[in-house]
């Protein structure tokens, strides 16, 4: 019965929403998706692995589809702040547009300093009229970390010389959904790291209101879109762990999904970049591979049209999609506990896979260093046998 309500409720508000005028008059979505050769059978398809990556059942499969149809009557208005411009380039940049890359180039983004025509004053008189024409209702995403306090203004923008946290609290205050895409915005990426001269700050950190983290140097694109699906279908939360970030998306760990899992566990390990291990495609976790620390949903979704990711290419996950993980992952290349510097979980946490020694690793209590020692250990035995 649960079911059959959140359906009829949900089948409400996208009635709701068709009510609203599309913000783009010359062209429907269903149109614009088969211009650009994507058959009504592909579009049904990529709905139902939509509705799937949201963990919702199969029933909700045509709401998503009616969902993406009705994106054109949101508004979007996309700042850019402290940022290297890479998450906006996850999602528009694409030799072969996907179903994802193609509904986020239709939206109606009234704002988006990458893409738009408008500059200077003109610019500035967009992002304002936006603001006014569709206080409430608008979808505010922002890449970037932000400078604030002593050091908000290391960023101006514009003929006015506006700060990005003045023009990020207003647009805030303006909208219905709140979104930080990317690490920096989500959690101050590499801007507030250390020594953070520019006292860069998360959104989070410069608004009162909720926001819905979808970090990753850069996310997904479906992690991206899937959120403005979400929020069209429900218009409330999803489901947030302690950092905001929906668990459909962040639910699982890099190491708990990730390809390499067998070889793990089988205490096959790359050495160095460039062995025998690294060609045969052992696990990465001894040349630093923070997969065991990061929640993410890369090895499923994957970037570049999803055929590939870091791991399967060759170099273990950074922790990107983790708070201050600019800190306390690095160095890079090294488990954690190879580093001088204070670690996520303190000193020495987290015993390298070939050092004695039993470690608690992370809060979970999963001791992976000593896991990973006793499959070597197996592995030997076996061998010798």
């Avoid at 149809?69 to 290297?84: I, K, S």
């Avoid at 932000?146 to 990020?168: D, Q, R, S, V, W």
């Avoid at 970037?303 to 201050?324: K, L, R, Y």
Wanted: glycine share 10%; aromatic share 8%.
């Amino acid at each position: 019965m649960e079911h059959a309500q959140v359906l009829k409720k949900v089948s409400a508000r996208l009635g709701e929403l068709s009510k609203l005028p599309r913000l783009r008059e010359n062209m429907t979505i269903s149109q614009m998706m088969e211009e650009n050769g994507v058959s009504r059978r592909d579009f049904m398809k990529w709905a139902a692995g939509m509705t799937a990556m949201l963990s919702l059942p199969s029933t909700f499969t045509p709401l998503m589809a009616q969902a993406a149809e009705l994106t054109d009557r949101l508004p979007v208005v996309w700042l850019h702040m402290a940022e290297c411009t890479g998450c906006s380039e996850s999602l528009l940049r694409s030799d072969a547009p996907t179903v994802d890359s193609l509904i986020f180039d239709y939206i109606s983004l009234e704002y988006h300093e990458t893409i738009m025509a408008a500059s200077g004053w003109q610019a500035e008189e967009n992002l304002s009229n936006a603001l006014s024409k569709y206080k409430g209702r608008l979808i505010l995403m922002v890449e970037g970390a932000i400078p604030a306090g002593e050091g908000e203004h290391y960023l101006t923008i514009g003929t006015h010389g506006k700060t990005g946290a003045a023009i990020a609290k207003e647009a805030a205050d303006a909208a219905a959904a709140i979104f930080a895409i990317g690490a920096c915005s989500s959690f101050g990426g590499v801007q507030a790291a250390y020594p953070n001269p520019t006292n860069a700050k998360p959104l989070s950190k410069i608004t009162n209101k909720t926001v819905i983290n979808v970090p990753g140097c850069p996310p997904s694109e479906k992690n991206i879109v899937g959120q403005v699906l979400h929020y069209i279908l429900f218009g409330a939360l999803p489901a947030l762990d302690v950092y905001n970030r929906p668990k459909w998306a962040y639910g699982n760990r890099i190491h708990d999904l990730c390809e390499r899992r067998g070889r793990f566990d089988a205490g096959e390990f790359v050495e160095q970049f460039g062995d025998e291990g690294a060609k045969k495609g052992y696990c990465l976790y001894k040349v630093g591979c923070k997969g065991p620390y990061t929640f993410n949903n890369c090895s499923q979704e994957r970037f570049n049209q999803h055929t590939s990711w870091p791991v399967q290419a060759g170099h273990g996950c950074i922790g990107c999609s983790e708070p201050d993980f600019w800190d306390a992952m690095g160095p890079l290349e090294e488990p954690l506990a190879n580093k001088l510097y204070q670690t996520l979980y303190g000193r020495g946490a987290d015993k390298t896979a070939d050092k004695a020694g039993v470690a608690l690793l992370s809060a979970a209590g999963i001791a992976i260093a000593a896991h990973a020692a006793i499959a070597v250990v197996k592995g030997t035995k076996k061998d010798e046998e």
